[in-house]
């Protein structure tokens, strides 16, 4: 008998598991449910809109860093907007085609179990002997007295506006808090930074992120840490420490929350994280879940890495997800890349303004690093963070050497281009204090 798979998500994570599984399996029958746009947050909301508009104000300021060669003229920020349009169009049709040519059946609307085994859809039933539930995550709304009479913007209003307003606040200074933040301060804006933490990028390397904060303070935002958001009203929001700061628009970016409504009849383990899942991705008995609502990592490369897992578990075949080396890079100017873990162990630092490939990037030479983490016992890498152009693109032959357990002695040996930022991973190997 031929097997139904009801797919919760449309976005990435559930397209990329549908390929996976259609290279393994082309006769189960497959549902998807989308209730917006098959694609979902990253590909109209998320990682390319933003990546688009942050990269032609970084070429831009890169102009600058060229000992005042290149005179890159006025930036047209409705240009900037077009283009994120362009590459962000939010229209799915070409992707509800490729699900078709897939094999697999798109269903539009709000989806519930109703019980194990069914799945409602605006009064539709449809009856599942496997489900994969991909249903990602939403903006965490903090509960400030006054915000629901405001007309605030999280990162979906942030990525459809086509206008810069004269004073933005940003509450929450994580990763999509810090990009959106200097990307508006670059086209106009004046932009305060609010965080409750004591730095900005808390989960974030305390180096890296001194100078990511640095950067962003010398473009001009006004950073604010260690204060907590009291009270929002029309045009102002007041902070814990007495103050307020005034603002045109506020754009909330204070972290996420996976989507697990609908869901309560499966009696699967759900943390505040999201829902719990083994190294198969198993939620429960034939249920699967993966990307943003697990909680493991949310971005789009680990959805795309579970989808994976889960269609070669459900093809009977004997795999485990391995989270020890997940890359993420943050598209700041500097740019922010890590892998692994980087606590413990043995740790050498090298700073990008030694290596010979920054003088022909820019001048006036602007600080950066790259950091490795070694296991002294085992003689290999376990983690890493680089500060600096492109850091996100050269990093990621650390992610290999993480996850391939390479010893230190072998990525010594390693011939790096010259001259490239990544002489900057032989140097930094070579301060490992390992007797080597």
Known sequence: MTQHIVVLGGGSTGEHFVGALRRLDTSSQVTVIERLLVGGECSYWACMPTKTMVRAPELYAAAGH????IDPGALDV?????????VAERDDSSQVEWLDSQNAELVRGDAAVTAPGVVTVDGRELRYDRLVIATGSSPVVPPIDGLDGI?????????ETTEVPKRLVVL???????????FF??????VTLVQGDTRILSRVDADAAELVADALATEGIDIRVGVQAVRAERDALSLSDGSSVAFDQLLIATGRKPNVDGLEPLGLTISRRGIEVDERMRAAQDVWALGDVTGIAPFTHVGKYHARIAAYDMDGREVRADHRAVPATIFTDPQVAMVGDTDGGVSARWDLTSV????????????????????????????????????GEWLQQLTLAIRAETPIEVL?????????FSEAVFLALRELNLDL
């Open 151 to 159: 007309d605030y913007w999280t990162n979906r209003e942030a990525t």
């Open 172 to 182: 929450g200074a994580g990763p999509v808090g810090c990009e959106l933040a200097q």
């Open 356 to 391: 010979p490939r920054l003088s022909t990037y820019e001048r006036p030479k602007r600080p950066g690093f790259l950091k490795v983490v070694a296991d002294p016992e085992r003689r290999v890498l376990k983690g890493a963070v680089a500060v600096g152009p492109e850091a």
């Open 66 to 69: 060229t000992f005042d060669a």
């Open 185 to 190: 301060q670059r086209v106009g804006a004046q």
């Open 412 to 420: 010594l040996d390693v011939i790096q281009p010259y001259p490239t």
């Open 78 to 86: 409705q240009k900037v907007f077009a283009w994120r349009d362009v």
